[in-house]
């Protein structure tokens, strides 16, 4: 079983459409959760931390459910230039390296 | 300010040969790490370095990886001996921070390597 799991999509999703992403995550000892997104045949990119309280970031809302080992981000108002691929990313205390989910794709479309 | 730069951005080389991969990092930054992502994978994690600290290699998938870094910047990955498998995007991250949690990890754009 992978550390971290999502589901690779893709979401095809028509612009001003709101998507949610979901991902799980395998070791109780990951303390730091991250969403990261790439862009095809880019470099992964920080899109926003995720917090315990859950936190917003204009159109983006993560939540962290640690008791499930759940993740989730919530894309309001769909652009078209928010097609990407959307990286779960987990941290494990006392670890600096960062553990990847294999992404979940999305296709904003006009 | 540039960000993290990686060289060469793409190589192609035959089974068994040598490659090197360099990766400059952010000036200031005293964390560096080297991941790879082969088609279709998550990034997975290879060689960790902080400062002047003793590296975490727990990531080096063989005996055939290793890595240095140089002064407390530059660093450079070298696989030996190639093989088909070896095939990956081999991405360089650098971050600076006061503590673990604050951590932002920036990436280069990566060494597309192919081996034939």
């Known amino acids: 079983r992978k550390e971290v799991e999502q589901d690779p999509g893709p979401f095809n999703v028509p612009e001003g459409a709101t998507v949610a992403f979901n991902c799980t995550y395998s070791?109780?000892?990951?303390?730091?959760f991250f969403w990261y997104r790439q862009d095809c045949r880019k470099e992964p990119k920080l899109l926003m931390s995720?917090?315990?309280s859950g936190n917003e970031d204009g159109r983006f809302t993560a939540q962290l459910n640690r008791a499930s080992q759940y993740i989730s981000l919530l894309i309001r108002d769909s652009k078209l230039s928010d097609s990407a691929t959307y990286l779960c990313?987990?941290?494990?205390?006392?670890?600096?390296?960062?553990?990847f989910g294999s992404g979940t794709r999305l296709q904003v479309q006009p | 300010g540039a960000g993290v730069s990686q060289s060469p951005s793409n190589k192609v080389t035959e089974k068994g040969k040598d490659v090197e991969l360099r990766c400059d990092p952010i000036?200031?930054?005293?964390?560096l790490y080297w991941y790879r992502q082969s088609l279709g994978q998550g990034l997975e994690f290879l060689i960790y370095?902080?400062?002047?600290?003793?590296?975490?290699k727990s990531g080096l998938p063989s005996d055939r990886f290793s890595a240095e870094r140089t002064g407390g910047s530059v660093s450079t990955l070298t696989i030996q001996r190639t093989q088909q498998e070896d095939s990956a995007v081999y991405l360089c991250?650098?971050?600076?921070?006061?503590?673990?949690?604050?951590?932002?990890?920036?990436f280069g754009p990566g060494t597309r390597l192919l081996v034939l």
């Open positions: 991250a650098s971050s600076f921070s006061l503590t673990r949690e604050q951590e932002t990890q920036y």
């Open positions: 990313v987990v941290r494990q205390a006392g670890r600096r390296a960062l553990t």
């Open positions: 000036s200031g930054h005293t964390a």
């Open positions: 995720v917090y315990s």
């Open positions: 070791n109780s000892a990951s303390q730091s």
């Open positions: 370095f902080q400062g002047n600290s003793a590296p975490d």
